[in-house]
């Protein structure tokens, strides 16, 4: 497993963990590929409404566009640190891309998860964060308010977004988390948390993958998300939802073999 006991007690007790080097360089590198070949092709959106100031560009879902994606959710040291987190059985509820380009990449606004997903218990769900690129202060990277996920927080739509929302948060206690490539943060669905605006001169890239506890969540995960059952009895490492089995180390390899 590739996570600590002590990053799991610190994930239940403030609502976020990081691990350092989750991924290994060849994985990442895979990944950055991945990432390269949409932007190559357009296929992120800016989801900004100033567009000519601000840009902060937005894919989903990943795992509809690339094999390798697919399959990073059924790699044995995420199934079995999501599960150290949250525990099983799993599913996978969403995969997502963000791009903060250089300069005039915009950050996203204080808000947490629960406020999309609606669980009864916040920690029935986590967000797996991974830094595509390093990810600092400079380059907008992730912030979280540790120990509020607790708390319930108003949320109204965000005008600087074209349909995300947004909270006001004290922000004094907040922590950001900075991550080399191939690092990820996990929090979980009541953890406060937002992105810097990038003011650096190179883009920076993130992938959040969001999993919930399918026994927790039963009858509150909503038909408009993802349904990939990642681990428990009903689990078949993606031939039910893809028709085959997904083999991670083999779409590392592919993407290497073939880039863009």
Not at 10 to 36: C, H, S, W
Not at 172 to 179: F, K, M, Q, Y
Request: glycine share 6%.
């Amino acid at each position: 497993m590739q996570v600590s006991a002590d990053q799991v007690q610190q994930f239940k007790d403030v609502g976020y963990t990081t691990v350092d080097a989750f991924f290994e360089p060849n994985e990442i590198a895979a990944m950055r590929l991945e990432v390269d070949k949409w932007v190559l092709n357009e296929l992120p959106r800016d989801v900004s409404t100033d567009p000519q100031k601000r840009q902060n560009f937005q894919l989903i879902p990943l795992h509809e566009r690339s094999a390798l994606f697919r399959a990073l959710p059924f790699v044995p040291k995420v199934v079995e640190t999501v599960g150290a987190l949250i525990g099983h059985p799993l599913v996978k509820i969403l995969d997502q891309m963000f791009l903060k380009p250089a300069k005039v990449g915009m950050g996203t606004h204080w808000h947490t998860d629960n406020a999309y997903f609606h669980l009864p218990d916040p920690m029935a769900g986590v967000a797996m964060w991974i830094a595509i690129d390093d990810a600092n202060v400079a380059n907008g990277t992730l912030k979280v308010v540790p120990g509020a996920f607790r708390k319930i927080f108003t949320h109204t739509k965000d005008v600087d977004s074209d349909h995300h929302i947004r909270t006001q948060i004290e922000e004094a206690g907040a922590v950001s988390c900075e991550l080399e490539a191939g690092s990820v943060a996990f929090f979980c669905f009541g953890t406060p948390h937002a992105t810097g605006d990038n003011t650096s001169v190179k883009p920076r890239a993130g992938v959040g993958i969001h999993f919930v506890n399918e026994a927790k969540a039963e009858g509150h995960i909503s038909t408009r998300w993802q349904h990939i059952r990642i681990s428990g009895n009903a689990a078949s490492e993606g031939q039910r939802e893809y028709g085959r089995r997904v083999n991670f180390e083999r779409e590392v390899n592919r993407v290497l073999d073939s880039p863009p």
